[in-house]
């Protein structure tokens, strides 16, 4: 009797530890910085349209989507590691050797974002030392600006930003005079100055050339990965083509298109 009780309860044990492994492998924890209109606050009303996005594609397979903001270093290397599954909003040369998903979830232009009332225009990289810039740590903005931030970033003229909500914190230290410019993607920057109420103050006075194809970059040590980033790609094209992807984007003021704008 002791024997098969024993039995039992070693096979109970092995269900349950089963059960909650299979629960495990069925969450998928995508993170990044606050990035609003492309990621927002968690469980939220609005949670950022790559997020709606990643919902419709990945809950239909029965996997449940959990998302959490982190600092955008702390994502990268955190999602390389293998601790998260995949890094929102990522560019393909700020995670080497990261798994991607075939098309681009959108793509973004960095724009140099001033007082209404400010005369001054980006040319090039010869300009920004005109003026007071504030950009985010470890981001992507091409090669040639990216460069500049390096150097100069000891400077009165580079301000580097990390944590939470920064471009709200950027937004409100230029509305302030505290900054001659907050560096960032277009959608973001006025999205959140319409949250703030500062979109009749503000401008944009020049972008980088380069557009940055921005994708969920999923982990290279996770081993399903390569999964992760197939059920994406083919979710993706389901949705574009059905329609439901207009759908979701109309709900932050964008639109479809050959790319996400």
């Not at 239909?60 to 955008?72: A, Q, S």
């Not at 005109?130 to 903005?141: L, R, T």
């Not at 939470?164 to 409100?172: A, D, M, V, Y």
Request: hydrophobic letters at 40%; aromatic letters at 10%.
């Amino acid at each position: 009797m002791g024997r098969r009780l024993s039995a039992v309860l070693m096979w109970l044990a092995f269900i349950s530890l089963s059960t909650v492994a299979a629960e495990k492998k069925q969450t998928i924890t995508l993170v990044a910085d606050e990035w609003c209109p492309y990621n927002c606050a968690p469980n939220s009303s609005e949670e950022g349209f790559v997020v709606d996005i990643a919902r419709a594609v990945f809950e239909p397979k029965g996997y449940t989507v959990k998302y959490i903001n982190v600092p955008w270093s702390r994502a990268v290397r955190k999602t390389m590691e293998g601790e998260y599954d995949g890094a929102i909003g990522a560019t393909k040369k700020e995670m080497p050797g990261a798994i991607f998903h075939e098309l681009p979830l959108a793509y973004s232009t960095s724009y140099f974002i001033v007082n209404r009332s400010d005369t001054w225009v980006f040319t090039g990289v010869g300009s920004l030392k005109k003026i007071h810039v504030a950009a985010i740590q470890d981001y992507d903005y091409g090669d040639s600006v990216t460069g500049y931030l390096a150097a100069n970033k000891a400077s009165d003229n580079v301000t580097i930003m990390k944590g939470g909500n920064i471009t709200q914190k950027c937004l409100r230290m230029l509305t302030a005079g505290r900054l001659g410019s907050c560096l960032e993607d277009k959608n973001v920057a006025f999205y959140n100055a319409k949250q703030l109420g500062v979109l009749d103050k503000i401008k944009s006075a020049g972008k980088i050339d380069s557009d940055q194809a921005l994708f969920v970059a999923f982990g290279p040590k996770n081993g399903q990965s390569k999964i992760y980033a197939r059920i994406w790609s083919e979710g993706f094209s389901s949705l574009r083509r059905s329609g439901k992807l207009n759908v979701i984007l109309e709900r932050y003021g964008l639109k479809d298109g050959p790319t996400v704008r």
